[in-house]
């Protein structure tokens, strides 16, 4: 059972970056990284959570309210998925997830990879707090 675990979640004013990290754990092989399509979520206090990033096969999809200042990578070799997030606002404020599903499974697509649905493995989540 791959088990995720979210870091790099910290206190910063607007107009900052930070950069968080996913890390892959449980696999029976690393080769089997590349058998999952990845995601980052984010939930504010209040609020549904929201997709915000997504890494399929290389393609790569963000929400409206982070294109252009987020960057979602993987690193392989590390087992890792990152999301860069520059010039945060007060409104990015959220825990952030990590979420996973199966290529096999059919239940990506570049309409639907939002949705919460579309994901089996999720991590703990890290705290983003941005302040004005």
């Known amino acids: 059972q791959m088990q995720l675990l979210e870091s790099g979640g910290d206190s910063v004013q607007a107009g900052g970056s930070l950069r968080l990290s996913c890390a892959a754990s449980?696999?029976?092989?690393?080769?089997?990284?590349?058998?999952?399509?990845w995601a980052w979520f984010r939930q504010a206090p209040g609020k549904e959570r929201e997709g915000v990033a997504t890494?399929?096969?290389?393609?790569?999809l963000y929400s409206d309210a982070v294109d252009g200042r987020f960057t979602v990578s993987r690193d392989s070799a590390k087992l890792t998925l990152y999301l860069q997030m520059n010039d945060l606002q007060p409104e990015d404020a959220a825990m952030y997830f990590c979420?996973?599903?199966?290529?096999?499974?059919?239940?990506?697509?570049?309409?639907?990879?939002?949705?919460?649905?579309?994901?089996?493995?999720w991590g703990q989540g890290t705290q983003v707090t941005v302040s004005s």
């Open positions: 890494f399929y096969n290389f393609i790569t």
């Open positions: 979420a996973a599903g199966r290529q096999g499974s059919g239940l990506w697509s570049e309409e639907a990879w939002s949705s919460e649905s579309r994901y089996e493995y």
């Open positions: 449980g696999l029976k092989s690393n080769f089997d990284y590349f058998d999952y399509y």
